[in-house]
């Protein structure tokens, strides 16, 4: 088939599995297939924990004897393999190999469901499990599930409160390197992933593809409610709990909680008084950055947000959602007492005064 030649009859066999696509030998735990013995016998070893190949240096063990020797190369400082465009030096040529398609932009790893395609064969595995629902990894403390061991084995460290990543500027401590390393672009002020539309700069990958979803318009996390879609995970999220009612960040002065970190931080403020953004025409300080910005556009006469209705505009997108109620007629703010309805909050809370009997206004 191929003319690829073997000394023994043996590895002819094992060899022209490669071909046929056998896996004759399947791990009973998890049921993944393998060609050959051998690399069933390695594999189970991630169930049982075993780690038989140990570093003399640091008695840290594996489960694989290449990975050791990789490994090995970390307290030697061998780095055998460069890369020709960045001279990035790397101990493993496979690992080389993955880095060079950050310069050749190849994708040969293309997921059969939607076409999306991955520099390493690891990624796309990853990916498949969004459309099989698999989550192979769970916690033995709260059995929470992953589609990946690294995120089973940040989420732990939630559990055991390990921090083992610090920043040698500040102190703050992370539970994942990865984090650590996009954390000191803060201080550094490096910023490598840009946008080739608008040129905004990112000290992360994962942020600059999000960014990116504004120019495309993509939306591809959607709550299986109400149909609602989001750019990015975290967003839908935290719109999910508008739905279960989970508000998992409490205020430690009031037991206040919310449903976003993000909340939580701007309700603090009422707390401490803390108002650092100031507005450079007129003094006025906000607790919030947006907050500014969107009091900054009163001095310049600023409206980006447009009605494509009556082309009425406005400073700020939420003015101009409230504005389109008008339009489509929704009232979406109901009174618990009477069931009457407005089209935004303020109204809904001015209506709230009369049936107590409350006035909040006072000459």
Do not use: W
């Not at 004759?24 to 049921?31: R, S, T």
């Not at 100031?278 to 001095?299: D, G, P, T, W, Y």
């Not at 489509?328 to 001015?350: F, H, T």
């Amino acid at each position: 088939m191929c003319n690829k030649a073997f000394s023994t009859k043996s590895h002819l066999i094992t060899h022209q599995r490669i071909h046929s696509g056998e896996r004759p030998y399947v791990c009973d735990v998890c049921n993944k297939a393998f060609s050959t013995k051998g690399h069933l016998i390695t594999h189970q070893r991630i169930h049982s924990g075993e780690g038989p190949y140990s570093c003399e240096v640091c008695n840290k063990a594996f489960n694989r004897r290449d990975n050791l020797i990789t490994h090995q190369h970390i307290h030697s400082g061998e780095h055998l393999y460069s890369c020709e465009v960045c001279n990035k030096a790397f101990n493993r040529q496979s690992s080389l190999i993955k880095h060079q398609r950050l310069h050749s932009g190849e994708r040969p790893y293309v997921c059969d469901v939607c076409n999306r395609a991955f520099s390493q064969k690891g990624h796309l595995t990853t990916h498949q499990r969004v459309h099989t629902g698999e989550y192979p990894y769970s916690c033995e403390i709260c059995n929470k599930a992953f589609n990946q061991r690294s995120n089973l084995i940040t989420h732990q460290r939630i559990h055991s409160g390990e921090h083992l990543y610090t920043c040698e500027v500040c102190n703050k401590a992370f539970k994942q390197r990865s984090n650590l390393t996009a954390h000191q672009r803060i201080h550094s002020g490096e910023r490598l992933y840009s946008c080739e539309v608008c040129n905004k700069a990112f000290n992360r990958q994962s942020s600059l593809i999000i960014h990116q979803r504004i120019h495309s318009g993509e939306r591809p996390y959607v709550c299986d409610v109400c149909n609602k879609a989001y750019s990015d995970k975290r967003s839908l999220i935290s719109h999910k709990r508008k739905h279960n009612g989970e508000r998992p960040y409490v205020c430690d002065v009031c037991n206040k909680a919310y449903i976003d970190k993000s909340g939580l931080l701007r309700h603090k403020f009422i707390h401490t008084a803390q108002c650092p953004y100031i507005c450079e025409v007129c003094n006025k300080a906000f607790s919030l950055q947006s907050n500014l910005i969107r009091h900054q556009r009163l001095h310049s006469a600023e409206r980006r947000y447009v009605c494509d209705v009556c082309d009425k505009a406005y400073s700020d997108k939420s003015s101009l959602i409230s504005h389109k109620r008008k339009h489509s007629g929704e009232r979406p703010y109901v009174c618990d007492v009477c069931n009457k309805a407005y089209s935004d909050q303020s109204g809904l809370i001015s209506h709230k005064c009369k049936p107590s009997g409350e006035r909040h206004f006072i000459c």
